[in-house]
């Protein structure tokens, strides 16, 4: 199993930065990929950016504006989303996500969620 951690997020005025920061421990090893994602109110959650093999991807509405990294330790692995240029819409609960494969299957993690605020 896989344990997230997300530290981060905030209050932020528009055109201002935040930088969110998932931990995760455990079977690390047997990560596939990791992202984040995020649920505003009254919408279905959606993909932010992943980060897999050494590859990146970002929604339409954040690139160039949010990049995700990805670090590994001995026994943590630790993404981060850097979040510029922030606006009003782009606030949600942002959600940490792993997902492992194990004996050829797939298994998806989440963590707490971390609310961002956008104000105008």
């Known amino acids: 199993q896989v344990q997230l951690l997300e530290s981060g997020g905030g209050l932020v005025q528009a055109g201002g930065s935040l930088r969110l920061s998932c931990a995760a421990s455990?079977?690390?090893?047997?990560?596939?990929?990791m992202g984040w994602y995020r649920q505003a109110p009254g919408k279905q959650r959606e993909v932010v950016a992943i980060t897999s093999g050494g590859n990146t991807n970002a929604a339409d509405s954040v690139k160039g504006r949010f990049t995700i990294s990805r670090s590994n330790a001995k026994n943590t692995v630790t993404v981060t989303l850097q979040m510029n240029s922030l606006k009003p819409e782009d606030t949600a609960v942002y959600y940490c996500?792993?997902?492992?494969?194990?004996?050829?299957?797939?298994?998806?993690?989440w963590g707490q969620g971390t609310q961002v605020t956008v104000s105008s």
């Open positions: 455990g079977s690390i090893s047997s990560i596939h990929a």
């Open positions: 996500a792993a997902r492992t494969v194990e004996l050829n299957r797939e298994y998806d993690y």
